[in-house]
């Protein structure tokens, strides 16, 4: 593996990181910055280091660093939002991938946040309910960490497309993207 590979997927392992303290709290969850930073990582650095990124940071987080949105450690995985985390990292494969389709940039991006979700709801209800006890119902979680997220998602994937769009032509001319 190249240097700057490894460069751009720190960097985007600390933009993710970034992203998490971006917050604020709302409903389930927070919203944060964490899936720009995902969606952004899988548009510039391809499948393969993109989601690679989005493996580091949630590992360093695991491993105790306090880079989630409310902390850090093993522990971390009994979280309702955990199921969020671990879906960065096929949502920025997923970016990657259909990328290297050719898809439009913006639908790699909605089809990445569809596997974050994918990931993050069934989590979520999971930890709600077996964990905490919670008689919540699948409806509810997805309209508490879903539906109420997805105004702001939308403009998470405009904003990461635009900026992509803008700079990923410059990186690749200095050879700077994998």
Not at 31 to 36: D, E, P, R, S, V
Not at 37 to 55: C, E, H, I, P, V
Not at 76 to 82: A, D, E, I, R, W
Not at 130 to 154: E, H, N, Q
């Amino acid at each position: 593996m190249k240097l700057k590979h490894l460069i751009l997927c720190a960097l985007f392992a600390a933009l993710t990181a970034v992203g998490a303290f971006l917050k604020v709290p709302f409903a389930l969850s927070a919203i944060t910055l964490q899936f720009f930073f995902t969606a952004m990582a899988g548009a510039l650095l391809g499948k393969k280091y993109g989601s690679l990124s989005q493996l580091v940071y949630v590992l360093l987080g695991l491993c105790g660093l306090p880079i989630f949105t409310m902390g850090g450690g093993l522990s971390y995985v009994l979280q309702p939002s955990f199921g969020f985390l671990l879906g960065l990292i096929p949502a920025a494969w997923i970016i990657g991938w259909l990328q290297e389709k050719r898809a439009p940039l913006w639908m790699a991006m909605v089809c990445g946040l569809a596997a974050l979700y994918a990931f993050g709801l069934p989590y979520m209800w999971t930890i709600l309910n077996l964990y905490f006890g919670r008689a919540t119902s699948f409806g509810a979680v997805i309209k508490g960490g879903m539906l109420v997220y997805l105004p702001g998602d939308g403009v998470k994937i405009a904003a990461a497309a635009i900026i992509c769009r803008k700079i990923k032509p410059r990186l690749a001319s200095a050879s700077i993207l994998p």
